[in-house]
């Protein structure tokens, strides 16, 4: 199945690298406009570089999605620019693991804010123009953390769970409005974030996933590519598990 996205502006968060990347990637080789947004510059600017050096159409928009303030100004300015973002995929995140009675409140804080409060951020001023066309796709990047728990990652864990409720009770307000509102939920990727990790703990973690390997991020692309489709229409509200069986 081919999918077009002619004409279409699709924002994703978290675009510098990993999963972000291959988004922002996918939905361009589909014909969208992609806004590729991280914290710094060289990162979402080196993505639309390539976007743009291949054929395809990315602007790179640098700033905090987990400050409100910054997030408000932004969006204010995508606005000016179009009329409305047609798809808005939230996949920035962030880990800053450990054990519960050793975690700061800093390291829960900036999870919860990086990962959490900058979906409800992007959503909250873009929503309202995407209501005005009424039609609209928006895709939260959840895990298999939010769904079954993970010790030392309390607080990866409580965003990504938090997530999928956000998702939830976003579907049911605006399915009115013909926006549909999905989760992915990611298992065990092959990723910077996952680079680090000793051999040991990779294997460790391959042993329980029934496929018996690891993901690559281009298999959460394309299912984020589907659900941003008019194909995928009547589906909302749901969280879409891509984790080779580890979570069922």
């Known amino acids: 199945m081919e999918l077009n996205y002619s004409g279409k502006v699709a924002l994703v968060s978290g675009a510098g690298r990993g999963i972000g990347r291959a988004i922002a990637v996918e939905l361009a080789n589909a014909g ?9 510059i060289s990162s979402c600017g080196k993505v639309a570089d ?10 790179a928009w640098a700033f905090d999605v987990s400050k409100s303030a910054e997030v408000k100004d ?11 973002v047609d798809i808005i995929v939230n996949n ?18 900036d999870v919860i804010s ?12 873009l929503v309202r123009a ?3 066309t009424r039609r609209g796709r928006i895709i939260n990047i959840a895990s298999v953390s939010g769904q079954a728990g993970n010790a030392g990652q309390a607080n990866y864990a409580a965003a990504k769970a938090g997530i999928i409720g956000f998702t939830k009770s976003l579907a049911r307000e605006l399915a009115a409005r013909n926006i549909t509102v999905n989760a992915v939920a990611p298992g065990f990727i092959d990723t910077d974030m996952t680079a680090v990790l000793p051999p040991a703990i990779v294997e460790a973690a391959v042993a329980n996933i029934p496929l018996k390997r690891t993901g690559k991020v281009g298999d959460i692309a394309k299912v984020c590519a589907f659900l941003a489709s008019d194909e995928a229409g009547y589906i909302t509200g749901q969280t879409i598990a891509v984790n080779g069986g580890l979570y069922m």
């Open 74 to 84: 932004a969006c204010s300015q995508i606005l000016k620019k179009y009329k409305a």
């Open 114 to 125: 990086t990962n959490l409060s900058s979906c409800f951020y992007i959503v909250r001023n």
């Open 130 to 132: 995407m209501m005005g």
């Open 50 to 59: 390539e976007i743009n050096a291949s054929g395809g159409k990315a602007e």
């Open 32 to 40: 969208c406009t992609v806004l590729c947004v991280s914290k710094n």
């Open 92 to 109: 920035a995140g962030i880990t800053r693991d450990n054990l519960l009675m050793l975690m700061s409140d800093e390291q829960w804080e």
